[in-house]
């Protein structure tokens, strides 16, 4: 039910939406070189690598060195893609890995290699499911951004305090799994993007 629910919502959402994915891809080629969609290989379901859809907020090769990302003033974000990051439409085009089962509407955030190697054995749970575009933890650490760039190491305080947490609560998510719930996050997702 949930991976009908997944193709039927995914689909519907490309196509209302492809207007504005129009729009964006022109105002990201008009804005810094590069391509329009970032791809970036994270861990889904099963411990199986994919490569993520998103549009491109960074200048091109912004990857090659550190992966974490300290707020809109990172000097590696583009002007378009500070207001993309903002309103999280960079994170549209995962309807595509939703569409074709990559991903779930709802689900723990996909994490990249580096990162997933640190798992305890019991953290490594949150990979029985699909990965989510949105997720409870993204909802409570929708500040995310703001604690890393307060900082003096972003990277460790990462590591050790909101990765661990966010886990936490993405293991909860697992052992509680639902569409019913998945529905009450997506609308709790809307809430957070429009307050914001």
Known sequence: MKRLFDILASGLGLLCLSPLFAILAIWIKADSRGPVFYRQVRVGRGNRDFRIFKFRS???DSDKGRLITVGGHDP?????????????????PQLINVFIGDMSLVGPRPEVRRYVDMYSPEQMRVLDVRPGITSLASIRYRNENEILAASDDPDRTYIEKVMPDKLAIDLEYVADASLINDIRLIFSTFREIITK
């Open 58 to 60: 960074m200048r091109p």
């Open 76 to 92: 590696r974000v583009t002007r378009s893609g500070y207001y993309i990051r903002k309103y999280k439409l960079d994170e549209l």
